[in-house]
């Protein structure tokens, strides 16, 4: 199969899984009044699905390194996760909370150091390992914040706080240990060919 016939297939499937996705929130709004998603909302949704998904196609298609295509495959996901989350309910406060825009500086982050390091394993694995250690200097300050400054924060948020986080954290440090590990691959596989 031909690179572009390979590629076409890709995105047929990444469509139709969207779309499938999509149908779950659909069918949820027939049967219960906790799921209202307006027209934009799908609109929104459907575009980082199928967005994410063709971004997945589209750096992985000539790729045959496997540890490569799971850092990117965590990576998307951490982010398209980061995104959504911040968009339905907010990570600080609600989704209404102005603060919450600097996780799209930390997505946007991501993104240029993709770029800078024209999507190398070594340059994704520091990328991946910047965003985590942003996360962890956001929560940082949020927690210093909350414990000096702030007697609305509870407790229970705190924790809930420091468990997104941690998760966050998490999910980018392991496709920054993937890409490395990707990275270290690249490197064996040159020097026995060479």
Known sequence: MNTDSKFLKSTIIVAVATILLLLIPLLAMQFSSGVDWSLF?????????????????????????????????????????????????????????????????????????????????????????????????????VLIYAWTQSADFRTNELMAYIGVHGLFTFLFSISGVLFRQAAQDEAGFRKISG
């Open 41 to 141: 909302d799908f609109i929104v949704a459907g575009f980082l699905l199928f967005g994410t998904g063709l971004t997945y196609v589209l750096l992985t298609t000539k790729v045959k390194n496997g540890t490569y295509k799971a850092g990117i495959a965590v990576g998307l996901f951490a982010g398209l996760f980061l995104i959504w989350a911040n968009l339905a309910v907010g990570i600080i406060g609600s989704e209404d909370n102005p603060v919450n825009i600097i996780y799209y500086g930390v997505i946007g982050i991501g993104i240029l150091g993709a770029v800078i390091s024209r999507f190398k394993s070594r340059g994704l694995s520091l990328t991946m390992f910047v965003i985590a250690l942003i996360l962890l200097l956001i929560t940082a300050i």
